[in-house]
């Protein structure tokens, strides 16, 4: 099946996400899997201030790219197509923000069954 | 002869195209593919019909021929297929387009084909990959153009005004996300097909309304345009039948084609709603549209579409500007607005409340919008505000607001109406502030 990264952007800072929250992404892969869909992996990011960026020789703190709604964690699904990954991607829980969902390179596509 | 088989092969592209090629795709599960080897099929009609006669069903041999030429493409090991992902076809879905099989609609068949060799009309699938939410509106109808309506990528360009190599990185770009991010050929789930069905009945209006009035140039209607965003529309309704909207969208095409003849004057001038000959509109399209719209409005709660295309009916069936049913198009306005708020309708619906409540009510309505800042840049907000003015009796303010509009439109037949416009109202100017109620 093909891969996804849901890239999940967040205002609220990680230590003060509530702790449904915190509850709901713990359920998350279980809400995945039993809608036809896998997560290979998961990462949850420390806060864009905790950043350093490296831009040819010159080091700077912060995060890469400023934007209102930090970059707070990424995971990779594995769904039949964007459709799928879209609706798997809709559970993820958000206070205020968005994911954005990128198709990862060289993935394989499923034969037809 | 040759001319007769030339124009078989036309109208089978302009008939066809999106039946071929979305049964071809199933094939190649590659959109480039699939184009080279409907291409290839078109231009092999051209001898092979002319040396054995035009076949009784143009659509069916064109689709085998496209699809042999791409299976013998895959055998040779085409190397399209290493680049990038196949299209996903989900399984357990192939019985969806099947049902309909060849000729759904009429246009299109297969009799010469066993049930094991019926090819499914997948052209819905082909819609619905191009419309898909994942892709920027101007990608989908671009795309459209391209795979749905088999426009070639030069005449896309022409059409929305942009350089072909522009208008061909896009379609390409367009191509490359479907295949990479893994847009399925599929027609959506039941439970997001209105969502789904609304992008692609946009993308229908959208062309349409760019054949209707082309942003720029010196013809008003694009023909070829507005009869392909007809065409889609009728084809639409015909594989969704239950769909409501997809009949309001039809009816809501109708009307305006209906009224096409009279857009404009022997010169090729803009004519006005009120001045247009009536008598010229197509009844027999009316007909058709309220037949549409009527059927649609008893389903249920009526959507944007449908509303549209029942407000357009009211106008087509006037006698005459004056002897409209305001009071009923300014009640469909509200009800369209509460389906669809959007700053152009509220607009339109200022331009009914004017003829229901006088100039004075539309103007103030008018004036609201313009304050909310959404339509900046819209040209038939200043020349809506100066027809207001105008019949205010404020000439001089009528008359800026004409040069406004003015400003903000590339059409050529539409730039003369306006500057005709600013120029008559320049004349009496200095009575308008007298005037002012």
Redesign the interface.
């Known amino acids: 099946m ?1 891969q ?1 990264a849901v890239l999940l952007y967040e205002r609220v800072p990680p230590e003060e996400l509530p702790q449904e929250v915190m509850d709901a992404h713990m359920a998350l892969p279980g809400k995945i899997r039993a809608a036809g869909g896998r997560e290979i992996a998961g990462l949850a990011l420390q806060p864009a201030a905790t950043a350093t960026s490296i831009r040819g020789e010159l080091l700077t703190d912060g995060p890469f790219i400023e934007t209102k709604e930090e970059l707070a964690g990424v995971f990779v699904i594995e ?8 609706a798997l991607a809709r559970m993820t829980p958000i206070v205020e923000g968005g994911v954005e969902v990128r ?1 990862l390179l060289g ?4 034969e ?2 | 002869m040759s001319g007769e088989v030339a124009a078989a092969v036309a109208e089978a592209h302009r008939r066809e195209w999106a039946f071929v090629l979305a049964a071809t795709v199933r094939v190649t599960r590659d959109l480039d593919a699939a184009e080279e080897s409907v291409q290839d099929a078109y231009v092999s009609a051209l001898t092979a019909w002319a040396r054995d006669g035009v076949p009784a069903r143009p659509g069916a041999w064109l689709t085998t021929a496209a699809r042999r030429n791409a299976l013998n493409a895959l055998q040779r090991g085409s190397t399209l297929r290493a680049k990038l992902p196949l299209l996903i076809e989900p399984a357990g879905e192939e019985s969806l387009g099947g049902g309909l099989g060849p000729g759904g609609d009429g246009a299109s068949g297969g009799a010469e084909y066993d049930a094991a060799d019926a090819i499914p009309d997948d052209r819905l699938r082909l819609v619905f990959v191009c419309c898909h939410p994942a892709l920027a509106r101007e990608a989908q109808v671009a795309l459209t153009l391209r795979l749905v309506c088999g426009v070639a990528t030069p005449d896309v360009a022409h059409a929305f005004l942009v350089s072909e190599p522009t208008m061909a990185a896009r379609i390409t770009r367009a191509k490359k996300k479907i295949a990479a991010a893994g847009i399925p050929y599929a027609v959506p789930a039941a439970e997001e097909l209105p969502q789904r069905l609304d992008a692609a009945l946009t993308v229908v209006h959208l062309l349409s309304a760019t054949g209707h009035t082309a942003p720029s140039g010196e013809r008003l209607v694009r023909e070829e345009l507005a009869d392909r965003a007809l065409d889609l529309a009728r084809t639409l309704h015909a594989l969704l039948p239950a769909e409501h909207e997809a009949a309001g969208l039809l009816a809501l095409l109708l009307c305006h084609h209906a009224r096409r003849a009279t857009r404009t004057d022997a010169a090729g001038r803009l004519t006005r709603l009120e001045q247009q000959d009536r008598s010229r509109w197509d009844q027999a399209e009316i007909a058709e549209a309220d037949r549409l719209i009527v059927a649609a409005l008893r389903a249920g709660p009526a959507g944007r579409f449908t509303l549209q295309a029942a407000i357009a009916s009211l106008h087509a069936h006037a006698p005459s500007h004056a002897e409209t049913d305001w009071p009923q198009i300014l009640e469909l306005y509200d009800a369209l607005l509460r389906v669809w708020p959007s700053p152009v309708v509220a607009l339109n619906r200022a331009v009914a409340l004017a003829a229901v409540e006088g100039p004075a009510a539309g103007l103030t309505a008018v004036e609201a919008i313009e304050r909310d800042g959404r339509l900046a840049g819209y040209r038939y907000l200043p020349s809506t505000k100066a027809d207001l003015l105008s019949r205010l009796g404020r000439h001089a303010e009528a008359a800026d607001a004409y040069r406004a509009a003015l400003a903000l439109t590339d059409n050529g037949p539409e730039q003369e109406f306006l500057a005709a416009r600013a120029e008559e109202l320049r004349g009496r100017g200095p009575l308008s502030r007298g005037e002012r109620p």
């Not at chain 1, 993935?107 to 499923?110: K, L, T």
């Open positions: 093909p996804y769904a039949r197509d964007l459709d799928h990954a879209l198709p993935f394989e596509v499923a037809e069954g």
